[in-house]
């Protein structure tokens, strides 16, 4: 069945049968039933709740085979059921001392899968003693997996297990210098390489190691696994012992080690990048290029060079060119880059694309002189044509436009290329363009009249496609243009080509070449009195003043740009000349605004989040100019508040009032009720709101603070119901009196908030769990209104609880195969919703997906062909709907960062407009700056702005 | 997680034994399959035997006419692994006497059985030939 299973058949048929041997009493039948049962069963299947309790049978029995079985199946499928049933079963056989080893090391794995399902299954506290333990075990085997055991719990926490971190060096040291092993575990010599890996590969996890003691022996175990390192003919000893080592250098670059050590392990690795074994060799090179980010050893890399460009001749390149780019800056700039462009010829296909766009990033980064760039690019497009990018030529063009002394010399080149028999089509537009604008420059030189140009580069057209024509007719109009006085011949030749052209079929050749046509002719005629046709370059320039205007540090930026996207045709591709009417010379518009787009972009990213954060210390400042009277709840309200005059309480409280009334569901306070805050004195200590927002996106911190009180908050969220514990603290030696809490929860929110203290006694802290079930999807906010006297001051607080929407969120990773059928079903408003949104907070596309994912929304990536598009989906729970899947797509312009459209479909649509309004909300505002300094009028009552379902939204929504 | 699936192919490509960590449909599977299948097929022997592929490595060696992939998180030790998989086929060596496919064929329950002893939810349990074998060694008894 197996094997039928493994073809790629279903095999429903005999799960029933597999499940029903497991409790078979026979050895062999009880057998097959696990194995079978964990190969084609996964957590979630309903067969699995029919065997649980045959399992835990089997797992508290005295049989010991049974009992590993049984253990076996929990740990390749058990599941959240398992994981609460079994879990306190499974730490006793792991810490009980009856048992042999088989059993326990069965455990401890055991342990590892229930606690990557639950991880309350393990207790923190306890279980660290529990696992120093367990670390001093003899037998190898509950060693090795208690060790991954200790891994991930160590990854997940590795404050609580900084005791085991000793251990873990005396076994390295046992294992390592004093092969302290039984026979049969060790491997070619080697006493077991899996766990000395897996040690260093826990060690890995602790920050750093405090003890010198402890430090000092770890060092000089490394040291000793480093010197002691050979390559020998065996290749499995070989192999394993490279193993031990790579672990080991990597944990010396983790402990960040002194500079000798460090040098001592670039002369490793340099050894290695030169040995004739390829996983070795390969290996060498990925290590260097992490080594990298460690710095301070670049100068020792760099040594390595010659070897490393070497190694570019390997079947596996990639990892030599990621190091070379990693390692490349001014010194050996041109050198690599050089190296880089002999290789194109004769690297292979798939790679040529991300060559030649690393030699294009590197040339423009450490150029030394511009000229060299242009020589590099026009090389890389002459040997890699076809690979390249459009970006990487716009960047050329621009850089030339930009350069008034690179013209001429660009010119040159350019018609030195156009002059050799085959030409790439790219380098036939660079070339052209470049011809077109500056070939007058040449004019003077020999070989160079417009005419020769002219015949250069119309030698090309017929072998050119369609989008290149264009571009070769801007440049006829220009030559024509530069030509004065004109040139009869010339001039006649081109008009023959305009004329021929006017009947293209394609749009833009055609616009173009009656547009030409016209204004030659016209320009002809008035050519001798100068007076029209001055215009035309003119107006040409200020489009290029622009594109340099909004080029402030381009070189930089862009460089920045590529780097950080790695995947050269996205942003700049999008825009392909679109036939522009109207405008006599379209010709560069559609280019130049292309090139220019990202760098604009650039700068007003730069200058909008300066502004923002000039706003946000603005606001900080204003909130501490406020008369101490209308604090706390000017935080709250936010915009409001800091427009409210000082002083002027009562009139400020009757327009919140009036604006409560006018929109009940006005910006966070729907609960709040006007509060007498005249004897409200104290000044909280941090912005309450910023503390909020925080708190939205984690679980525990402070809630508020001022120079009497600290209210902390825990929260835990399960499903759709959530366990807030509320930490009042006084700060004070006396104690605090007539405290009162109160919530006044949201319609959507069940809460319940045990009974809390009249007096928190001096230097105290009071707990106060709160319950919270959500019945439905809403984004308003339940609020604590709290008081207490001190002294004679009496303080109301009213405060925003963090039990907002995106609590009842579950990430959810969905895939192609998930999304789409979803997507389609949920076909239009209300279960599906689209808005544009205005005025977004300029941000990246990797850091909005870092927002959604805090949000717990996770990110689906590659769903979209689009990669300025991001799918995200999420499950929300509440009472009433139970778990419901959302699914986001968000699809932003590269050009305009403040603006997006947003999608979003869920079986509720409720929750889908909730939903929508929540994200918005995230998007639009930065946290701090509660929306604008000026206060909007109150959100208008929430009518759903679901745009009419235009064609290209009906497009997209297909994907 | 360490190890995500462990397969056995032959030369033609055909799936010999597949073990899965994780769990994916039949579809994925089959998907997967394909393409590692015709990814790693491909490689000379002067290529290394690490592979990238999606959002994880493949370490794949080649014994005769049959290829073993194990595709693991992208920060596992890859060495580790390519030595994990040769210590896999000795102890089918010692088992079987002299392993070959048709023996794995045959008798895939017990290569599953010793997978299952070595391997446990990604993480290897047992580098003991010994200790991997007892249990195999049990149920032909019995």
Request: glycine share 4%.
């Amino acid at each position: 069945m197996l094997y039928i299973y493994m073809l790629g058949y279903d095999v429903d048929f005999g799960h029933m049968e597999a499940v029903s041997l497991i409790s078979a009493p026979k050895y062999p039948e009880k057998q097959v039933g696990y194995i079978v049962t964990s190969c084609l069963l996964n957590e979630n299947h309903d067969f699995l709740r029919l065997a649980i309790n045959t399992v835990r049978n089997d797992i508290i029995g005295r049989n010991e085979t049974f009992q590993c079985l049984a253990l076996t199946l929990v740990g390749n499928i058990g599941g959240r059921e398992f994981a609460e049933s079994l879990a306190p079963d499974v730490q006793k056989l792991l810490l009980s001392s009856s048992c042999r080893p088989l059993v326990r090391k069965k455990a401890a794995l055991c342990l590892l899968r229930l606690f990557r399902k639950n991880p309350d299954v393990v207790n923190v506290d306890g279980w660290a003693d529990r696992m120093t333990q367990l670390l001093d075990e003899r037998d190898l085997g509950v060693l090795t997996s208690s060790m991954s055991l200790l891994v991930a719990l160590v990854s997940n926490n590795h404050e609580a297990y900084w005791t085991c971190l000793p251990k873990c060096v005396k076994i390295l040291e046992r294992l390592a210098r004093n092969q302290d092993v039984p026979q049969e575990y060790t491997y070619y010599g080697i006493p077991s390489p899996w766990l000395q890996v897996k040690t260093m590969r826990a060690l890995q996890y602790f920050p750093t190691i405090e003890d010198p003691n402890t430090r000092r022996t770890l060092f000089e175990v490394l040291q000793w696994i480093l010197m002691g390192t050979d390559v020998v003919k065996n290749v499995n000893k070989n192999n394993a012992s490279h193993a031990v080592l790579f672990e080991a250098l990597a944990l010396v670059m983790h402990l960040d080690a002194e500079k000798e050590m460090m040098s001592q392990c670039v002369a490793l690795l340099g050894k290695f990048i030169a040995v004739r074994e390829p996983n070795i060799r390969y290996l060498g090179l990925e290590n260097m290029t992490r080594m990298l980010i460690v710095a301070d050893v670049q100068e020792s890399i760099k040594r390595h060079q010659a070897q490393i460009i070497t190694s570019l001749k390997d079947p596996d390149i990639r990892r030599a060119l990621d190091l070379l780019y990693g390692m490349c800056d001014i010194t050996n700039a041109k050198d690599i880059v050089e190296e880089l462009l002999q290789y194109l010829n004769s690297a292979d296909f798939t790679m040529r694309e991300e060559l030649s766009l690393k030699a294009a990033i590197l040339a423009e980064k450490f150029a030394p002189d511009l000229s060299w760039y242009v020589d590099v690019i026009l090389q890389l497009i002459e040997k890699a044509g076809d690979f390249i990018s459009d970006d990487i030529w716009f960047r050329v063009v621009q850089f030339v436009t930009n350069n008034d002394d690179l013209q001429p010399y660009a010119a040159a080149k350019a018609k030195e290329y156009l002059e050799k028999p085959a030409v790439d089509e790219k380098m036939v537009k660079v070339c052209a363009y470049i011809l077109g604008e500056y070939s007058h420059l040449l004019a003077r030189r020999p070989g160079c009249s417009p005419k020769e140009i002219f015949s250069i580069i119309h030698e090309k057209l017929p072998s050119v496609s369609t989008t290149t024509i264009p571009l070769l007719l801007s440049a006829y109009a220009k030559i024509l243009m530069h030509t004065q006085p004109p040139d009869q011949v010339l001039q006649n030749q081109i008009w023959t080509i305009f004329t021929k052209y006017e009947s293209c079929i394609d749009a833009e050749i055609q616009q173009r070449a009656v547009e030409y046509f016209a204004l030659s002719r016209k320009g002809a005629a008035v050519m001798d009195i100068l007076a029209e046709m001055p215009k035309f370059p003119e107006r040409q320039s200020s489009l290029i003043k622009k594109a340099e205007d909004a080029e402030a540090d381009t070189a930089e930026q862009s460089a920045l740009k590529l780097r950080a996207q790695q995947q050269p045709s996205n942003a700049l591709v999008v825009t392909d000349q679109h036939p522009s009417n109207g405008e006599p010379p379209p010709v560069f518009v559609g280019q130049l605004s292309v090139v220019k787009a990202p760098n604009m972009n650039n700068t007003k990213d730069h200058y909008s989040t300066e502004h923002v954060l000039s706003q946000e210390n603005g606001n900080l400042s204003q909130v501490d100019q406020q008369p101490p009277s209308a604090d706390p709840l000017s935080d709250l309200l936010g915009p409001l508040a800091i427009e409210g005059p000082p002083g002027a309480t009562v009139q400020y409280e009757n327009s919140a009032v009036s604006e409560l009334e006018s929109g009940p569901d006005v910006v966070d306070g729907s609960a709040i009720v006007p509060v007498e805050v005249g004897t409200n004195t104290i000044q909280p200590i941090g912005n309450i709101a910023v503390r909020f927002h925080a708190l939205c996106l984690k679980d525990s911190g402070v809630l508020y603070e001022d120079p009497y009180i600290q209210i902390g908050i825990k929260a835990e969220w399960r499903a759709h119901q959530g366990r807030l514990v509320l930490f009042l603290g006084n700060k004070n030696t006396s104690p605090l009196v007539s405290v009162q809490a109160l919530i006044l929860p949201p319609a959507h929110l069940k809460m319940e908030l045990s009974l809390v203290p009249d007096t928190i006694p001096p230097r105290a802290q009071v707990q106060c769990p709160l319950e919270v079930v959500n019945l439905r999807p809403s984004r308003d906010v339940a609020v604590l209104d709290f008081s207490y006297k001190f002294g004679t001051h009496m303080v109301n607080i009213k405060l925003r609880l963090p039990a907002v929407l995106n609590k009842f969120l579950q990430p959810l990773p969905v895939s192609a195969e998930e999304f789409f059928p979803q997507w389609r079903s949920l076909s239009g408003p209300p279960s599906k919703l689209q808005e544009v949104v205005r005025g977004v907070r300029p941000m990246a596309l990797p850091e909005m997906a870092n927002l959604l994912h805090s949000y717990r929304i996770a990110i689906s990536p590659g769903l979209d062909p689009n990669p300025n598009n991001l799918v995200a989906s999420t499950t929300f729970y509440s009472e009433d709907t139970r778990a419901i899947v959302c699914l986001v797509r968000i699809e932003t312009d590269p050009a305009d960062r403040t603006q997006l459209r947003m999608t979003l479909a869920s079986g509720d649509p409720t929750l889908t407009f909730e939903l929508k309004e929540f994200i918005k909300e995230q998007l639009v505002s930065i946290p701090t700056v509660a929306q604008a300094p000026t206060p909007p009028p109150p959100a208008a009552p929430p009518t759903p702005q679901i745009p009419p379902n235009d064609p290209a939204a009906l497009l997209a929504d297909l994907l | 997680m360490g190890i995500r699936f462990i397969l056995m192919v032959n030369k033609q490509g055909q799936t010999r034994l597949a073990q899965y960590f994780e769990w994916l449909t039949l579809e994925e599977r089959r998907a997967l399959e394909g393409e590692i299948v015709r990814k790693c097929l491909a490689r000379n022997e002067q290529q290394c035997s690490f592979v990238e592929h999606r959002n994880y490595k493949i370490v794949y060696r080649r014994y005769a006419s049959l290829f073993f992939l194990v595709g693991v998180d992208n920060d596992e030790n890859e060495l580790a692994i390519l030595e994990f998989i040769h210590l896999l086929v000795e102890t089918m060596d010692r088992h079987f006497g002299n392993v070959c496919e048709l023996d794995i064929m045959f008798h895939l329950e017990k290569a599953h059985f010793m997978l299952e002893e070595m391997v446990m939810n990604g993480c290897i349990v047992e580098t003991s030939k010994a200790n991997i074998l007892t249990p195999v060694q049990l149920l032909e008894k019995t």
